[in-house]
């Protein structure tokens, strides 16, 4: 049977998920590429970055063959709208995964995680914040019983947290919130590690929630220990060891700024709402409906 497949080409990491209807996730892949760390320091992807990204989408391309996708839609985000050599990048990038790949918005990219939460969490709640910490921005959307009211995208991640980190709090508490919702891999670390809970069993963190305190104590406790001792912390990677204490220093900023009790955790993500997209549409929104694999 067909599949439809989602790449999120982010500032930290890329990830493939491949899907099929009735079956969900059939397929999946993710590394650390760190595209941002060049493009934050000199402005532009290096072609040593370039050529790691364009051998790991040569090996999604080899996956997606073998799932037989017949529709992809590949993204990038906040690292790529910021290099001053996207053209080189989209042309290699796409070449390398044999389907077109689209530099988007930091407001498509929040209204994709907000399509993701509602493929995971249907109907959250009345007026909820959902807070997405990358790795080159920061994604902040207001929903009122799944619909969104307002987005944010910033300039602040965890490779780059050298800019303010004040945040549009007196729109975002207009009116009172229910839950606030984190998503990303940032999230998932500083849930799990704050309730103890092991790097692999990050699943079983789906919809989990730490209280401001515990988040708190977690970063208190990060800015003491060096990287070898960040990487003994249970639920915390050994790569994302390396970014951990600037991503939890935005939530924590957020959730002091906003008052807010806790943090409940999401698995969801950009894959989550370009599969449902896909599923729905039938058709990706790039050029052309095959994929060229």
Sequence with gaps: ??????VDIGSNSVRLEVAETGQGTVASDRQVVRLGESVFQMGHVTEEALDRLCSLLTRMRQICREKNVARIRAVATAALREAENQAE????????????VEIISGEEEARLICLGVQVRW????GRCLIVDVGGGSTELIVTENGLIEQVWS???????TNVNLDFPVRAILAHPLDLVIGTSATAAAVVSAANGLARYGRADADRLSASTAQICSLYERLLRLDLAERRQIVGIGPQRAEAIVSGTEILV??????????????MAGVRDGIILQLSETGKAQTPGDRCGL
């Design 154 to 160: 910033l300039p602040v991640g965890a490779l780059r």
């Design 89 to 100: 990048f989209v042309a290699r990038a796409s070449a390398a995964l044999g389907a077109p």
């Design 1 to 6: 049977m067909p599949s439809v497949a989602a």
């Design 253 to 266: 900023h957020l959730l002091r700024q906003l008052g807010a009790p806790g943090l409940s955790y999401s």
């Design 122 to 125: 249907p109907n959250p709640p």
